[in-house]
């Protein structure tokens, strides 16, 4: 089994910025895709960027394409979300995945083909 273990999250001015961290454990030599989602309060888990871990091949939401950025570290096990221009809409517990399976399209978010997940880091932007 695989254990994902978030960090880097806070609380940030909007138009700030925020890296995340989440590193992988367990049979790391496994080439996993791996998942951002985030949840806010009252709102269901969203998609908000996957790698695939070997290819590079990248996926965002809409909602952040072109201000975060989704990368990984094979060697350290370890994913990131460079998170820049920060948005109040951004105020979240984000939480990283893993999946066995190479996701495309519509794949990428969902949240039931992922197999692993970690506790989560808060995320708070303010205005």
């Known amino acids: 089994q695989v254990q994902l273990v978030e960090s880097g999250g806070g609380s940030v001015q909007a138009g700030g910025s925020l890296r995340l961290s989440c590193a992988a454990s367990g049979r790391t030599y496994t080439n996993y895709a791996m998942g951002w989602f985030r949840q806010a309060p009252g709102k269901e888990r969203e998609f908000v960027a996957g790698i695939r871990w070997s290819a590079g091949i990248t996926n965002y939401a809409d909602s952040v394409k072109g201000r975060f950025t989704i990368s990984r570290d094979n060697a350290k096990n370890t994913v990131y979300l460079q998170m820049n221009s920060l948005k109040p809409e951004d105020t979240a517990v984000y939480y990283c995945?893993?999946?066995?399976?190479?996701?495309?399209?519509?794949?990428?978010?969902?949240?039931?083909?992922?197999?692993?997940w970690g506790q989560g880091t808060q995320v708070t932007v303010s205005s």
């Open positions: 995945a893993a999946r066995r399976t190479s996701p495309v399209g519509v794949g990428w978010g969902k949240r039931n083909e992922y197999d692993y």
